[in-house]
């Protein structure tokens, strides 16, 4: 069962899948009914087709949104008695444990920004309550990936910022994690393990040289089309990132996205072909990020230090206790030349509207937890204020 978007469906990249299925002769079915920034709706929607044709295998051919739909279909099929809820990321959802082998999953990226085809994440709205939560199993993640930098080349401008900058803090928030040893006791059952285990060894390698990748090819990627080599650096830096976070996993300024998109109710953003109000995940993200490291800063400065040296800061006279604040101001001129919008305030939000996004934000206890402070609402109450405006 094959799995795309509208947009996609019209391209290359689903042409050749499409093509080379059929020189093998095997049977097929196109499912391009994928919603950007999925929903609840739209995967119980995608659910039900693959539940009725029940596949051997799933091929999803796109960005984040498509592979993300695919796993969901893939763990409701093998489970075909399961409530959408049932896996959903406690407390939103029961959290259940996958205790079975899914079918095989090809993820073909047609983004470079989510890394999809190397996590266990499935992301989406949960509309009734107005906060974006999601599923992470490590059984979730696809058997192959097929990353082809020819396959982003359709990308608009905007989708290419969109997804880099989520490729940005996916390593950021990967490499300032708390520590994996810092996570507390493990749990009696290893199928209880989360499938984050905060910053380590190996994630940091793999966070780090994304950074670097990002901090260089992004904004050529923006500036010109045509560069190549920038749009290969930007696909592979989305792999290297998907592999920390996936292992690492991500914090605050993912925590505070999920509210400030799945309460999004007005904005649309430029390039993308949507028929609902849509605040892309990856500026979402960013738009909190040097409000967030000015938060975190005080855990691991040298590791704020050192994202800041790559994003162009002079730090050989910094003071340690300044490392947030650097990292922040290093991140605000980083974003502004690449011309994100200004802060929440852009997508209509006030102070008044802080609170309701404090609410939606609260539940996401599997990425608070990997925040390198304790963190409750007062403390996200102040990271949205200081994001209102950025310049």
Not at 120 to 135: E, H, N, S, V, Y
Not at 185 to 203: D, F, K, T, V
Not at 274 to 284: A, N
Not at 309 to 333: F, K, P, Q, S, Y
Request: proline share 7%; aromatic share 8%.
């Amino acid at each position: 069962m094959v799995f795309t978007d509208p947009n996609i469906a019209k391209l290359p990249p689903l042409q050749t899948v499409i093509e080379s299925i059929e020189r093998s002769k095997v049977g097929y079915m196109v499912y391009n009914d994928v919603r950007v920034e999925p929903s609840d709706k739209s995967f119980q929607h995608a659910i039900d087709a693959a539940r009725g044709y029940k596949p051997d295998a799933f091929v999803a051919v796109g960005g984040g949104s498509t592979i993300d739909t695919a796993k969901a279909a893939n763990l409701y099929t093998v489970f075909g008695d399961a409530h959408l809820l049932d896996f959903v990321n406690a407390p939103l959802g029961k959290g259940k444990p996958i205790d079975r082998s899914l079918l095989p999953l090809i993820a073909v990226p047609t983004t470079a920004g989510t890394g999809s085809e190397c996590t266990g994440a499935a992301i989406f709205d949960l509309k009734d309550k107005k906060a974006k939560t999601g599923i992470a199993d490590r059984a979730l993640k696809p058997l192959l990936g097929i990353i082809d930098p020819l396959n982003t080349r359709t990308m608009p401008k905007q989708v290419r910022l969109a997804s880099g900058l989520d490729v940005l803090c996916h390593a950021m928030e990967s490499y300032t994690a708390v520590p994996y040893y810092m996570r507390g006791e493990a749990p009696a059952n290893p199928l209880l393990r989360p499938a984050y285990q905060g910053s380590n060894p190996i994630s940091d390698i793999w966070s780090f040289k994304a950074l670097q990748m990002v901090a260089e090819a992004l904004p050529r990627s923006i500036a010109d089309p045509d560069d190549i080599e920038a749009q290969e650096a930007m696909t592979l830096a989305a792999a290297y990132a998907g592999i920390g976070f996936g292992n690492g996993g991500v914090h605050l300024m993912h925590g505070c996205s999920y509210g400030i998109s799945g309460l999004n109710r007005s904005y649309y953003h430029p390039d993308y072909a949507t028929d609902h109000p849509l605040c892309p995940h990856g500026i979402s993200v960013a738009v909190t990020s040097p409000a967030v490291v000015e938060f975190t800063g005080a855990m691991y400065p040298e590791r704020h230090l050192e994202i800041a040296r790559v994003l162009g800061a002079d730090t050989a006279n910094a003071r340690m206790e300044d490392a947030g604040a650097i990292l922040g101001d290093a991140l605000r001129r980083f974003l502004k030349d690449l011309g994100v919008p200004d802060g929440i305030s852009a997508f209509g939000y006030t102070s008044s509207d802080i609170g309701a996004l404090v609410e939606s934000i609260l539940p996401q206890h599997r990425v608070l937890k990997l925040s390198p402070r304790l963190t409750g609402a007062e403390q996200i109450a102040w990271i949205l204020e200081r994001s209102l405006k950025n310049y």
